[in-house]
């Protein structure tokens, strides 16, 4: 367990929903949102200190950083490679329900 500041990789994607802007941080996985692309990468920077300080409270970080797939390498939790990013459209069946 660590009682020291740490530093940890992530890779953020920012899109706008509506009136706000989402943000994402892999591969964490946690999500902020806010009025701007800056607000929103601020709120997720928050929001990944606070997951990283529950789990290290519970004693937990070492198996949640793993499981995400992040490698401990001089003191840094370094992120694993995304080898692929792809934009994609999905048909769907005819009898899809649409809603009804």
């Known amino acids: 367990m660590y009682n020291y500041d740490m530093t940890i990789e992530t890779t953020?994607?920012?899109?706008?929903?509506?009136k706000h802007y989402i943000a994402h941080a892999l591969p964490l996985d946690v999500s902020s949102a806010g009025d701007t692309p800056e607000s929103a990468r601020a709120a997720l920077r928050e929001a990944i200190n606070l997951f990283i300080t529950t789990a290290r409270e519970h004693g937990t970080l070492d198996d949640v950083l793993e499981e995400c797939g992040y490698l401990l390498q001089q003191g840094t939790w370094v992120a694993p490679r995304i080898v692929a990013q792809d934009k994609g459209f999905s048909e769907l069946g005819a009898g899809h329900?649409?809603?009804r």
Not at 12 to 18: D, L, N
């Open 97 to 99: 329900d649409r809603g």
């Open 12 to 18: 953020t994607q920012i899109w706008r929903e509506g």
